[in-house]
């Protein structure tokens, strides 16, 4: 099946912890992103990263990490979370990073901060 | 910046009902247009996609066509039914954005059967 797969799909931890979200693509695209959808839908990007390397890197807290091990994965970590990271992680890849091509998404991982 | 308005946070139709979704756009350059639906439980998905190429999308029933005089995208469907319940993001893409979605807040679409 080729698709865009997330782990995990819910993640319950509580404020400083440290938590990462794995992204695997099998659609063979070269570039792939990180969105935030918070709780009223409002998506926005955070990242994206073109064969493995960084292109876009929003206003995001320094606590949010990318890490892309090779052009099919893109993981994020967040160390010390707090109360407004609450929200769904949506990862997603499209073929190359030019402004025709589709943008496939994953079913995202809803991160809740106690 | 680039920037998208959906002002409609939620639309409630029955079904066979003719269904608009109002979407306004700014941009300094030339965009590509999405409209995105996205289900309970799942990622958004394309629904349609315009360039400056092409005024006009079309897919399952849905239309939306690029008027670059009132830079609208608006949404359309002659008869929805209850199985088109979900989130419609409108979208654009640019040069200047380097590929990054930018989205509008979304609209809520609820049909009663």
């Known amino acids: 099946e080729t698709a865009v797969f997330q782990t995990p799909n819910y993640h319950v931890t509580q404020v400083g912890n440290e938590v990462s979200f794995n992204c695997k693509q099998t659609?063979?695209?070269?570039?792939m992103y990180w969105y935030k959808q918070d709780s009223k839908k409002l998506l926005k990007i955070m990242f994206s990263y073109n064969n493995k390397q960084l292109i876009v890197n929003e206003t995001v807290p320094r606590r949010f990490s990318p890490q892309s091990s090779d052009k099919a994965h893109l993981n994020l970590r967040i160390k010390s979370v707090e109360p407004e990271d609450s929200a769904v992680y949506l990862c997603?890849?499209?073929?190359?990073?030019?402004?025709?091509?589709?943008?496939?998404f994953g079913p995202g991982t809803r991160l809740t901060v106690l | 910046g680039d920037s998208v308005t959906q002002k409609q946070g939620q639309v409630t139709l029955s079904e066979d009902d003719f269904l608009f979704i109002n979407c306004t756009y700014s941009?300094?350059?030339?965009?590509?247009l999405f409209w995105y639906v996205q289900y309970p439980g799942q990622g958004p998905q394309l629904l349609l996609k315009?360039?400056?190429?092409?005024n006009k999308g079309i897919s399952r029933g849905f239309e939306a066509t690029y008027d670059k005089g009132t830079t609208s995208f608006h949404l359309q469907k002659a008869s929805v039914q209850e199985s088109d319940s979900a989130v419609y993001f409108c979208?654009?893409?640019?040069?200047?954005?380097?590929?990054?979605?930018?989205f509008g807040q979304g609209t809520k679409l609820s049909i009663k059967p």
């Open positions: 659609l063979g695209h070269d570039t």
């Open positions: 315009v360039t400056t190429a092409n």
């Open positions: 997603a890849s499209s073929p190359d990073w030019g402004n025709y091509a589709e943008q496939f």
């Open positions: 941009t300094t350059t030339y965009p590509t």
């Open positions: 979208a654009l893409v640019s040069n200047y954005n380097q590929g990054k979605l930018i």
